[in-house]
C-alpha cells in the first residue's frame, strides 16, 4: 500500500537559522525517519526570484540551502530532494492553477500584503500568484499533507481551494491537501523579541546554524532580554525556550525557577545558552564544510532527485494535460 505522500519547501534566500530549524527542518527530519510518508523535500528556487538576489547569489545560495539541510539531517536516501526549477511541470501547473484561482482569493493573502509592502520599489506579479506555484508544488504530487504551523494554515487552504476550483471545472483529480499540524516553537528576534527571527532584520536578530561557537557568544550577550518600563519580557522566554530545545532539562527547569523568584542571572543564562546550541550543531557545522568542499557531490544528489521527481511530475501534467484539452 503506497504511502500518503508529504511535500514541503524553503526558499534558498539565506543561510539556515535556528528559527528555520525549529520550524521545518527538524520536523521534516522526523517525518523522514518515521518511514509512515513518502516525502518530497525541495529548495523552492522560482519562489525566491520574487526577491532582489543577484543570479550569481541566487546560484550560490542554492547549493548552500541543499548543502545545509544535507548537513542538518535530510537523506536523499530516504526522501525525495530536489530543486523547484529542474522539474519543469512545477511552473506549468502554476500557470494552469492561475486560470482557475479569483483574483480577490489571492488578494487577501496576508503574505501578499507583507511582502508588497515590504517590497515597495519590487512588487512583482510573483508575489501575488506565489500561492498558485505553491499549490502547483503540493499537488503536483498529490501531496496528501503539508507539514505547516497554524500562522501557515492560509495558504494550505487556499491550495485545497484550488484544487477544489480545478476539479469542479474539469474532473475530480487532485486530493484536498491536509495540514500535518506541528507544535512549532515561535522563534522570535534577538533584537526585537516581539517580533518573529529573520534574516531581513540583519544577522544580529538570528544564529545561523553554522555560525561558530564565538558568533553565537556574541550576539547572545548582544540578545535584548527588559522591557521598557518593566513587565513582561519576551527577550528571555525567548531564550528560555531556546534552552528548552537545546540545552538539558536541568538547565531548564533551574533557569526557568531562578526567573519566576527573581534570582536569575541573564549573562549565565546566555553563556549557557550559547554552548548547548554551539555544541548542537557542531556535527552540522563539520558536514557543511565538507559538502560545500565538493559542490560536484551536491549537484548529483540534486540531479538524482530531480529525475526521481520527475517521473512523478510528468505523470501528473501528462493527465492534467489530457484533462485540461491541451496537447
Known sequence: MAKPVIFSGIQPTGNLHIGNYLGAVKNWIELQNSGEYDCYFCVVDYHALTGDRTAEERREQIIHTAAELIA???????????????????????????????????????????????????????????????????????????????????????????????????????????????????????????????????????????????????????????????????????LLMLLKQFGTAAQYVAYTEAQENGSIRYGDLKADLGVAIAESFAGFRAKRKELLESKDAIAEILMKGAAKANVVAEKTITEVRTIIGVR
Do not use: C
Not at 74 to 97: R, Y
Not at 126 to 140: K, R, S
Not at 141 to 157: A, F, R
Open 72 to 238: 542538518a539531517g535530510i537523506d536523499p536516501d530516504k526522501v525525495t530532494f530536489f530543486v523547484q526549477s529542474h522539474v519543469p511541470a512545477h511552473t506549468e501547473l502554476g500557470w494552469i492553477f492561475n486560470s482557475v484561482t479569483p483574483i480577490a482569493e489571492l488578494e487577501r493573502m496576508t503574505q501578499y500584503k507583507d511582502k508588497s509592502s515590504q517590497q515597495t520599489k519590487n512588487s512583482n506579479a510573483g508575489l501575488f500568484t506565489y500561492p498558485t506555484l505553491m499549490a502547483a508544488d503540493i499537488l503536483l504530487y498529490h501531496g496528501k499533507y503539508v507539514p505547516v504551523g497554524e500562522d501557515q494554515i492560509q495558504h494550505l487552504e487556499l491550495t485545497r481551494d484550488i484544487a477544489r476550483w480545478f476539479n469542479n471545472k474539469y474532473e475530480s483529480y487532485f486530493p484536498e491537501t491536509k495540514p500535518l499540524l506541528t507544535e512549532i516553537p515561535r522563534v522570535k528576534s534577538l533584537l526585537e523579541p516581539t517580533k518573529k527571527m529573520s534574516k531581513s532584520k540583519g544577522l544580529g536578530h538570528v544564529i545561523e546554524l553554522a555560525d561558530e561557537p564565538d558568533v553565537i557568544e556574541k550576539k547572545l550577550k548582544k540578545a535584548v532580554t527588559a522591557t521598557e518600563g518593566g513587565g513582561e519580557a519576551p527577550g528571555v522566554e525567548n
